[in-house]
């Protein structure tokens, strides 16, 4: 059944009918699962061309048969159901893109600052090498070195509170007060 609605790529409307000849096979290999659910219409649900899962529908009432326009609503409310599939897939895969991307965005961002304090710890040791008998180095280094230490632990109290809560490090900043701490 599963290969018959993949190829065919519509709905098949079971009449069981014992001169029914086209479908003697489908209703021999399909029998236990046709009878737990009662379907006398099926409808494949595709994705492209694979079977994703397909829709049985019963009447209630044997005098009431499926006619070949409930079989064309089915087919449409079968590619409906399989459009719908897809869009849940897309959303799923575009989620991941994004995340994807936030990650490069924040690992750029992180190595963009990690190289802003690797340049003035390499400045401080070759000071401290070209200039070490000059008097007052040892001071001026361990200052620098306590600037930059406290810049990397700033980040990484940001990058921590970041992670425990997303949210709470959202808010306005003036752009003037910013420039004005970055040329200091």
């Known amino acids: ?11 098949l409307l079971f009449d069981r009918r014992t001169d029914d000849f086209e479908y003697i096979s ?3 290999e399909n029998a236990a699962w ?22 049985g529908l019963q009447r209630n009432h ?5 006619t070949y326009e409930d079989v064309a609503l089915l087919d449409s409310v079968a590619i409906h159901i399989a459009a719908k599939l ?7 895969e575009m989620v991941e893109t994004r995340e994807m991307t936030l990650i490069s965005q924040w690992s750029n961002m992180l190595l963009h600052d990690l190289k ?13 090498v070209q200039f070490k008998d000059k008097p007052g180095i040892a001071e001026l280094a361990g200052g620098d070195l306590d600037r930059v ?8 109290r940001t990058l921590s509170e970041l992670r425990d809560h997303p ?10 007060e910013l420039i004005r701490h970055t040329l200091a």
């Open 149 to 156: 230490a406290d810049r990397m632990a700033a980040l990484v």
């Open 167 to 176: 949210r709470l490090l959202q808010q306005r900043i003036d752009l003037n």
């Open 86 to 92: 897809r869009e849940a897939r897309h959303a799923e």
């Open 1 to 11: 059944l599963a290969l018959r609605l993949e190829n065919d790529r519509h709905t």
């Open 26 to 28: 489908l209703y021999v």
């Open 62 to 66: 044997r005098d009431d048969p499926f």
């Open 116 to 128: 802003n304090y690797l340049s003035p710890l390499r400045l401080v040791a070759q000071n401290l």
């Open 34 to 55: 046709l009878d737990a659910t009662a379907s006398q219409i099926v409808a494949p649900i595709l994705e492209g061309t694979r079977l994703v899962g397909c829709l």
